[in-house]
């Protein structure tokens, strides 16, 4: 079955410090990716995404996500974090054979401290 | 401005009353999902509405009642609530049916059930 697996409950990192937060996936094909982020009192927004192509992707606010199929991981980075990146995180997986189904991860909650 | 907007941001029911959560996107989309967001739990996919048309009921009980006039807009309608539908409920809308196309969510409706 398909899942998305984010072993990070909460994670605090020193702000300018970089960050990786951790997602992996379980799904027969190549899927379709995402990241998501929460801020507090709002919904979700797009970081990014990964249909195909070339493996680094590039979202919004300074942030990156890698695919690589051995690993069946999509982790995001951001070489420097801000106070303003404190969040939570949501990594998200569709099938790519169509429907509507995107399974979301449980999140993982970011920590900034000064 | 998300382009997805929902009413009320709060709302605080007794388990017999009878409520409505409004969402309305501006975004020309033709998909529109409920989902239920629960401390420590995975994002719950609850309903998906496809060109008015309803694709896909997660289990979800019958005290919930969405409804979708139209591409436009989706409500949710509640009755008889348990104190453990106390959650954020938020709307989501996408481009096209498939997983290639992101979610585009709203801030949320806040729910406590008393």
């Known amino acids: 079955a398909q899942s998305v697996t984010q072993p990070d409950i909460h994670i605090t990192v020193s702000e300018g410090a970089s960050l990786e937060l951790r997602c992996n996936y379980s799904y027969g094909a190549t899927p379709y990716l995402f990241w998501y982020v929460q801020s507090p009192g709002q919904g979700l927004q797009l970081l990014l995404k990964y249909f195909s192509g070339d493996t680094l992707v590039q979202g919004i606010k300074g942030f990156e996500a890698e695919f690589k199929r051995s690993q069946s991981s999509f982790n995001l980075r951001k070489p420097s974090v801000h106070w303003s990146d404190a969040a939570e995180y949501f990594c998200?997986?569709?099938?790519?054979?169509?429907?509507?189904?995107?399974?979301f991860g449980a999140g993982t909650r970011l920590f900034v401290k000064a | 401005e998300t382009g997805v907007t929902q009413t009320p941001r709060h709302l605080v029911m007794g388990m017999t009353n009878k409520k409505s959560l409004k969402c309305e996107q501006h975004l020309g989309h033709n998909a529109m999902y409920w989902y239920k967001q629960s401390a420590k739990k995975p994002l719950e996919l609850m309903f998906v509405y496809n060109f008015k048309e309803q694709t896909e009921n997660n289990s979800v009980p019958s005290r919930f009642s969405p409804e979708c006039p139209n591409s436009s807009h989706l409500f949710l309608h509640l009755h008889t609530l348990q104190p453990e539908d106390s959650a954020l409920y938020l709307c989501?809308?996408?481009?096209?049916?498939?997983?290639?196309?992101?979610?585009?969510f709203g801030n949320g409706t806040r729910l406590t059930v008393t």
């Open positions: 989501a809308s996408s481009q096209r049916e498939g997983n290639n196309s992101p979610l585009h």
């Open positions: 998200a997986v569709g099938p790519n054979t169509g429907g509507f189904k995107t399974i």
